[in-house]
């Protein structure tokens, strides 16, 4: 079978730093996808790592290990806007893409 | 350039009917993906489809469902008779041509209540 997974619920302050960590089984692989998604929205891309390393997108980053078959979400300078749910996606070959149950993701202040 | 389009937002039916849930992609994209997505779950694949083709429907179920993308117009979604389990978000999404961007392209999602 195929399978994401990313834990439920993470809960942080505002201005800190937080991880959203995934870990990924599939039958093929051509890269890790993050999402975010606000209540009641669209999910909206974040970034797309095709290989090994961290890919800096201004406050949110992402990084890849395809021998551990591991990724995470970093998200720096936290804002109460960030309060969301983020999923990681594989594509498993073409244009197929498996997504992860989500995080959702509580900033407090 | 106008986002990916879908209509309605909203859709009540009752148990029996047919829903018919449709998906304007991006300008220039010629790929178009359903999902489905229940409350406080992710996004399920559904349906992968080009213009006049379906590549891939290994997450629809066989039966009630089914997708199209026509050479002209939206990508219909069809549930017929449609039961209460039915109901959920659906999101349509799009991509561009071009292989290797994984970016996909997501709509506002039409929400399906059965009754």
């Known amino acids: 079978g195929q399978s994401l997974e990313q834990p439920s619920e993470v809960t942080a302050v505002e201005g800190a730093i937080v991880q959203i960590n995934c870990t990924y089984q599939t039958s093929g692989f051509y890269g890790l996808s993050w999402y975010q998604q606000h209540d009641g929205g669209a999910p909206t891309f974040l970034s797309y790592?095709?290989?090994?390393g961290l890919e800096e997108t201004g406050r949110f980053s992402s990084f890849l290990s395809r021998s551990d078959s591991y990724g995470y979400l970093l998200l720096q300078e936290l804002q109460m806007k960030d309060s969301a749910s983020y999923f990681c996606a594989v594509n498993t070959g073409g244009f197929k893409t498996i997504f992860g149950a989500g995080t959702r993701l509580f900033v407090k202040a | 350039n106008a986002g990916v389009m879908q209509n309605p937002r909203h859709l009540v039916r009752r148990r029996g009917q047919e829903a018919r849930l449709r998906c304007s992609p991006m300008?220039?994209?010629?790929?178009v993906y359903w999902y489905r997505q229940l409350p406080e779950e992710g996004l399920k694949f559904m349906v992968y489809l080009q213009k006049e083709n379906i590549i891939d429907e290994s997450g629809m179920p066989k039966e009630r469902f089914s997708a199209e993308f026509p050479k002209e117009g939206p990508s219909i979604l069809r549930i017929q008779q449609v039961v209460r389990g039915d109901s959920a978000a659906y999101f349509c999404?799009?991509?561009?041509?071009?292989?290797?961007?994984?970016?996909?392209?997501f709509g506002p999602g039409t929400r399906l209540t059965v009754l």
């Open positions: 300008k220039g994209h010629s790929h």
């Open positions: 790592n095709a290989l090994d």
């Open positions: 999404a799009s991509s561009p041509n071009t292989r290797g961007q994984d970016e996909q392209f």
